[in-house]
């Protein structure tokens, strides 16, 4: 009792007022938790939109000479596509969505340290999406999601729209990067110290500075991007002095963090799955925590990566080839922790579980590719293939996406006190594997054939695998569209989850699903990890939790 | 309705709630500062490069930039730095009217750097003929670089003038003043900004 003393009075102590009404209560909701679900609501709507353009790029491949779209609603429907893919599908769901939802309750917090600024930050995401998605009305950017200059400096009116609309997404992620950082940093429940921390919150805790450092570089060479097009500030424009290399470093010092971004979130998800299926302690906490800082840190130093096309000097390649081999080693600290995780343990085949599984099995294969990618010799000749595009899928669909499916499955209890239907969800997860695969593996051998990426009609001689490629997407489209099916079924009629169903151990457990608005009754104390299965929980304070009565500053009995 | 000495929290202390919340607000704050700064770095490293591309700096046809004038209006932001210092520390040791002064004397110097920098651009302009879209990478550069640094000291003066209004109704008491903590920080933010901005536009 000494430790909650301490505290007494202070932020632990503080209930927000409850919110009264339809619209502060799910609108303009201050709740970390509603703010979450918002996030991942408006997440998947955009993943149904940018999925569609997907299927419009499948449908187009499906014949050599195209015929489906023209070529320059190709480049639209392309650049469209990986663009809100990756700024309005991975990162919100994998900051937003997952973060808001589950982090303060894995800490023993009330809400995140800002909670307007929280809100603020999610209004300014469907209205940047929507900006993203009306460009289509004026000439959508079909320069890639990279709008390399000069193409998007000649790219249509839609391509100053992209500008803002990804410079305004990129003020919400800086926003909530800070706001969950200072969270994560001062508003931990007394005993929960950094190597006590469940490895989701590790996760989160090395996405937020990559959100707030990287997004902000970003938003420079967006800003200049703007200022050219609009005003003819020559940055990147060589006729006038500017060069276009300098967008590339500009944009890669970003986007190859923000891969990290993706994914570091989603390493989180992985690493509460796991251990809870496997009722194993986690292998290596220390190992998967600090790898993911040192994942956060090379991330930084291994940009021009990407750049080995542009002209880099050549000991420049070099260096920025050996920090890229440098980064494969934590990854793969994480993945032989997470294997030896599963060694030995009482493996229950969960739809989460499959979801983690597969995230397993596509990350590393995704991971191994991308060393391939790294190196000069063969980069030089993959970099504008396929080849590329079957790795990074790998990566952020069979791993990020992967990864958001185990969350759903895992947390959609939690959020809405019900279970999502496991049969369904083995068909979506059985469906989506086997329709993935098909899609994105064969791009890896049309890429060693030298079929190029980007282009809208292809040589006859890929016509076989990319007709079997366009029939993997179709299968892949059927799983996601179980997994909507299920959402909308489950919420009404779901098995009742109560507040564990998975008997796992970290605290957004120990309350009722969907928690109350001020999270905690009393804010518990930690006494150790949450892996140790065979152990008592380490928490105390959590007596009331699952009781009716309310929380002591409720009633007057506290003071 | 303005206040002569600085306000007292009733009983002398505050409560644990706000000592916890400004601690949150400025982690909050200095982590702003920090993204701040690699917005500011990354115009910086845009600069450097395209410098590092071009034929010789100044580019052909362009004079150099006047460093006198320059210097002398980096001595007056500087002055305001030591001003605001001595306005938060004069808080600090509960004297109101000193603060009043030195607060009123930041306004007027930063106000006074941004007439210099009005002045500096006015005779680029149009003596000289630079501008920020028609003199290629150095027009590009130097104006979006400065012109995001003076954005920054007009929004630093604007919120010093609200914090002088606040004040004088009596906002901040002599236990919370977490505003002008705050104020400060950016102030002095903005002015380190200008010592890297002053020496790569006008020493290197």
Same mark, same amino acid.
């Given at each position: 009792?000494?430790?909650?003393?301490?505290?007494?009075?202070?932020?632990?102590?503080?209930?927000?007022?409850?919110?009264?009404?339809?619209?502060?209560?799910?609108?303009?909701?201050?709740?970390?938790?509603?703010?979450?679900?918002?996030? $991942?609501?408006?997440?998947?709507?955009?993943?149904?939109?940018?999925?569609?353009?997907?299927?419009?790029? !499948?449908?187009?491949?499906?014949?050599?000479?195209?015929?489906?779209?023209?070529?320059?609603?190709?480049?639209?429907?392309?650049?469209?596509?990986?663009?809100?893919?990756?700024?309005?599908?991975?990162?919100?769901?994998?900051?937003?969505?997952?973060?808001?939802?589950?982090?303060?309750?894995?800490?023993?917090?009330?809400?995140?340290?800002?909670?307007?600024?929280?809100?603020?930050?999610?209004?300014?995401?469907?209205?940047?999406? $929507?900006?993203?998605?009306?460009?289509?009305?004026?000439?959508?950017?079909?320069?890639?999601?990279?709008?390399?200059?000069?193409?998007?400096?000649?790219?249509? /009116?839609?391509?100053?729209?992209?500008?803002?609309?990804?410079?305004?997404?990129?003020?919400?992620?800086?926003?909530?990067?800070?706001?969950? =950082?200072?969270?994560?940093?001062?508003?931990?429940?007394?005993?929960?110290?950094?190597?006590?921390?469940?490895?989701?919150?590790?996760?989160?805790?090395?996405?937020?500075?990559?959100?707030?450092?990287?997004?902000?570089?970003?938003?420079?060479?967006?800003?200049?991007?703007?200022?050219? !097009?609009?005003?003819?500030?020559?940055?990147?424009?060589?006729?006038?002095?500017?060069?276009?290399?300098?967008?590339?470093?500009?944009?890669?010092?970003?986007?190859?963090?923000?891969?990290?971004?993706?994914?570091?979130?989603?390493?989180?998800?992985?690493?509460?799955?796991?251990?809870?299926?496997? !009722?194993?302690?986690?292998?290596?906490?220390?190992?998967?925590?600090?790898?993911?800082?040192?994942?956060?840190?090379?991330?930084?130093?291994?940009?021009?990566?990407?750049?080995?096309?542009?002209?880099?000097? /050549?000991?420049?390649?070099?260096?920025?080839?050996?920090?890229?081999?440098?980064?494969?080693?934590?990854?793969?600290?994480?993945?032989?922790?997470?294997?030896?995780?599963?060694?030995?343990?009482?493996?229950?085949?969960?739809?989460?579980?499959?979801?983690?599984?597969?995230?397993?099995?596509?990350?590393?294969?995704?991971?191994?590719?991308?060393?391939? =990618?790294?190196?000069?010799?063969?980069?030089?000749?993959?970099?504008?293939?396929?080849?590329?595009?079957?790795?990074?899928?790998?990566?952020?669909?069979?791993?990020?996406?992967?990864?958001?499916?185990?969350?759903?499955?895992?947390?959609?209890?939690?959020?809405?006190?019900?279970?999502?239907?496991?049969?369904?969800?083995?068909?979506?997860?059985?469906?989506?594997?086997?329709?993935?695969?098909?899609?994105? $593996?064969?791009?890896?051998?049309?890429?060693?054939?030298?079929?190029?990426?980007?282009?809208?009609?292809?040589?006859?001689?890929?016509?076989?695998?990319?007709?079997?490629?366009?029939?993997?997407?179709?299968?892949?489209?059927?799983?996601?569209?179980?997994?909507?099916?299920?959402?909308?079924?489950?919420?009404?009629?779901?098995?009742?989850?109560?507040?564990?169903?998975?008997?796992? !151990?970290? $605290?957004?457990?120990?309350?009722?699903?969907?928690?109350?608005?001020?999270?905690?009754?009393?804010?518990?104390?930690?006494?150790? =990890?949450?892996?140790?299965?065979?152990?008592?929980? /380490?928490?105390?304070?959590?007596?009331?939790?699952?009781?009716?009565?309310?929380?002591?500053?409720?009633?007057?009995?506290?003071? | 309705?303005?206040?002569?000495?600085?306000?007292?929290?009733?009983?002398?202390?505050?409560?644990?709630?706000?000592?916890?919340?400004?601690?949150?607000?400025?982690?909050?704050?200095?982590?702003?500062?920090?993204?701040?700064?690699?917005?500011?770095?990354?115009?910086?490293?845009?600069?450097?490069?395209?410098?590092?591309?071009?034929?010789?700096?100044?580019?052909?046809?362009?004079?150099?930039?006047?460093?006198?004038?320059?210097?002398?209006?980096?001595?007056?932001?500087?002055?305001?730095?030591?001003?605001?210092?001595?306005?938060?520390?004069?808080?600090?040791?509960?004297?109101?009217?000193?603060?009043?002064?030195?607060?009123?004397?930041?306004?007027?110097?930063?106000?006074?750097?941004?007439?210099?920098?009005?002045?500096?651009?006015?005779?680029?302009?149009?003596?000289?003929?630079?501008?920020?879209?028609?003199?290629?990478?150095?027009?590009?550069?130097?104006?979006?670089?400065?012109?995001?640094?003076?954005?920054?000291?007009?929004?630093?003066?604007?919120?010093?003038?609200?914090?002088?209004?606040?004040?004088?109704?009596?906002?901040?008491?002599?236990?919370?003043?977490?505003?002008?903590?705050?104020?400060?920080?950016?102030?002095?933010?903005?002015?380190?900004?200008?010592?890297?901005?002053?020496?790569?536009?006008?020493?290197?």
């Amino acid at each position: 009792m000494s430790v909650a003393a301490a505290h007494s009075g202070g932020i632990a102590d503080h209930i927000h007022p409850e919110p009264q009404g339809f619209v502060r209560r799910y609108v303009f909701s201050i709740d970390h938790k509603i703010i979450g679900i918002q996030y $991942l609501i408006t997440g998947f709507v955009f993943m149904m939109l940018a999925g569609l353009l997907a299927e419009t790029i !499948r449908t187009q491949l499906l014949n050599a000479s195209g015929g489906f779209v023209s070529p320059d609603t190709y480049n639209e429907v392309y650049s469209v596509h990986g663009s809100a893919m990756v700024w309005l599908v991975i990162i919100p769901i994998a900051t937003g969505g997952f973060g808001n939802l589950v982090f303060p309750l894995m800490i023993g917090a009330r809400d995140v340290a800002f909670p307007w600024l929280n809100m603020l930050s999610f209004w300014i995401f469907p209205v940047s999406g $929507l900006m993203l998605f009306s460009s289509f009305l004026m000439g959508a950017p079909a320069a890639g999601w990279t709008e390399y200059p000069p193409v998007s400096l000649q790219g249509a /009116p839609g391509t100053t729209m992209w500008c803002a609309a990804i410079f305004l997404v990129g003020v919400s992620s800086t926003l909530t990067g800070i706001n969950f =950082l200072v969270t994560i940093l001062k508003m931990r429940a007394p005993g929960m110290t950094f190597t006590r921390m469940p490895l989701f919150v590790w996760g989160q805790f090395a996405t937020a500075p990559l959100l707030m450092i990287a997004t902000t570089a970003l938003a420079a060479a967006l800003a200049a991007l703007f200022m050219e !097009r609009v005003f003819g500030v020559p940055f990147y424009d060589p006729t006038k002095g500017g060069s276009p290399v300098l967008w590339q470093h500009m944009f890669w010092f970003y986007s190859h963090p923000a891969v990290y971004i993706m994914i570091l979130p989603l390493f989180g998800i992985i690493s509460e799955v796991l251990p809870t299926f496997s !009722r194993k302690p986690i292998f290596g906490y220390k190992l998967i925590a600090f790898s993911s800082m040192a994942i956060a840190l090379l991330g930084f130093m291994v940009w021009a990566h990407h750049m080995f096309t542009s002209g880099l000097a /050549p000991f420049l390649q070099v260096l920025f080839m050996v920090m890229t081999f440098t980064i494969a080693v934590p990854t793969g600290v994480k993945i032989f922790s997470w294997i030896a995780t599963l060694w030995g343990g009482k493996i229950h085949y969960s739809t989460a579980m499959l979801f983690a599984l597969g995230f397993l099995a596509l990350f590393t294969f995704g991971g191994i590719t991308g060393v391939f =990618l790294a190196a000069v010799p063969t980069d030089l000749d993959l970099h504008g293939t396929y080849f590329v595009v079957g790795h990074f899928h790998y990566v952020l669909v069979g791993g990020s996406l992967m990864g958001v499916f185990a969350g759903m499955y895992y947390w959609f209890a939690k959020m809405s006190g019900r279970l999502l239907n496991e049969t369904l969800g083995k068909v979506h997860f059985w469906l989506f594997f086997v329709g993935f695969n098909m899609t994105f $593996l064969p791009m890896h051998w049309l890429g060693f054939m030298g079929m190029p990426r980007w282009v809208a009609t292809y040589d006859p001689q890929f016509q076989f695998w990319n007709r079997f490629e366009s029939v993997g997407s179709y299968i892949m489209t059927l799983g996601i569209l179980c997994f909507f099916i299920n959402v909308i079924y489950s919420i009404r009629a779901g098995k009742k989850a109560g507040p564990n169903p998975w008997n796992a !151990r970290t $605290l957004e457990w120990q309350i009722p699903s969907p928690p109350n608005y001020y999270n905690f009754k009393h804010i518990p104390t930690v006494y150790g =990890l949450p892996y140790d299965f065979s152990q008592p929980l /380490p928490y105390t304070g959590l007596e009331d939790e699952l009781t009716d009565s309310p929380p002591a500053q409720l009633t007057g009995a506290h003071h | 309705m303005a206040i002569a000495a600085i306000p007292h929290d009733a009983h002398g202390e505050v409560d644990q709630l706000y000592v916890e919340t400004r601690e949150l607000r400025l982690q909050g704050f200095l982590l702003f500062l920090i993204s701040d700064c690699v917005l500011f770095s990354s115009f910086i490293f845009a600069y450097l490069y395209l410098r590092n591309t071009g034929q010789g700096w100044p580019p052909p046809g362009i004079a150099r930039l006047d460093v006198a004038f320059a210097a002398w209006n980096s001595v007056v932001l500087f002055g305001s730095g030591a001003t605001m210092h001595y306005a938060l520390e004069n808080w600090k040791h509960g004297n109101f009217m000193k603060y009043m002064w030195m607060l009123i004397a930041t306004i007027i110097l930063g106000a006074m750097f941004l007439g210099g920098q009005g002045y500096e651009y006015h005779h680029l302009i149009f003596d000289e003929k630079v501008t920020w879209a028609g003199s290629g990478i150095f027009g590009a550069s130097f104006f979006t670089l400065t012109g995001m640094h003076g954005f920054h000291v007009f929004m630093g003066v604007c919120y010093l003038t609200v914090l002088l209004l606040q004040t004088a109704a009596g906002t901040y008491t002599y236990q919370k003043y977490f505003g002008i903590t705050a104020g400060t920080l950016y102030w002095h933010f903005v002015d380190v900004i200008w010592v890297v901005l002053f020496s790569i536009f006008y020493l290197l």
